[in-house]
């Protein structure tokens, strides 16, 4: 337990001062400060975790989390919107593995010039990502992404064959332009 450096020194003193003193008010009294000081980190040991988890939480919309065999799709969020993604293709290619990743734009909008940051590796015995295993690039698509429709990108991913590739994360989306249809 974690007390301020003044606190604690005056608890300190205190307690010496007691011990010398033999009061037994003086005892109950510095254990009532105790006491207080317990229930007051006990709170905002809470109030911290509440608040990680909810930082936590509003980093995940913005990433989508894809593992090899998996079926549907999972959102990311852009910065214009929603978009899902899904792992629809993998094959071996030179040094690594080409990936087929399928976007859906629900928007009403073509989404040009998309870019993202694409994570790869991977995984232990759990599931969980192995952080040294851990590639990631920036990738601009040279395809647009059509509104209400689904768009395939293929992407090669250095440094690990299709048997070892665990997951693939696609973050920090975002675009250079749209195109909407006029009337």
């Avoid at 940051?117 to 759990?126: A, P, Y």
């Amino acid at each position: 337990m974690m007390y301020p450096r003044g606190s604690f020194i005056s608890l300190i003193l205190s307690t010496l001062l007691v011990g010398a003193c033999g009061q037994d008010t003086q005892v109950k009294a510095l254990e009532a400060q105790i006491h207080e000081l317990d229930v007051k980190t006990k709170a905002l040991e809470k109030t911290v975790q509440e608040l990680s988890v909810k930082d936590l939480l509003s980093h995940f919309e913005g990433v989508a989390y894809l593992t090899p065999g998996s079926d549907g799709y999972s959102l990311v969020k852009s910065d214009l919107g929603v978009l899902t993604v899904s792992l629809a293709n993998i094959q071996p290619y030179a040094s690594g593995t080409k990936v087929t990743l399928q976007f859906g734009n629900l928007m009403a909008g073509t989404i040009n010039g998309v870019k993202a940051k694409l994570e790869w590796g991977s995984l232990d015995k759990k599931g969980s990502p192995i952080a040294e295993s851990t590639n990631s690039r920036e990738v601009k698509f040279n395809e647009s992404l059509r509104s209400g429709g689904w768009t395939r990108a293929d992407v090669v991913l250095e440094g690990i064959p299709p048997t070892e590739l665990g997951f693939v994360r696609v973050r920090e989306v975002g675009h250079t332009g749209i195109s909407l249809v006029g009337r």
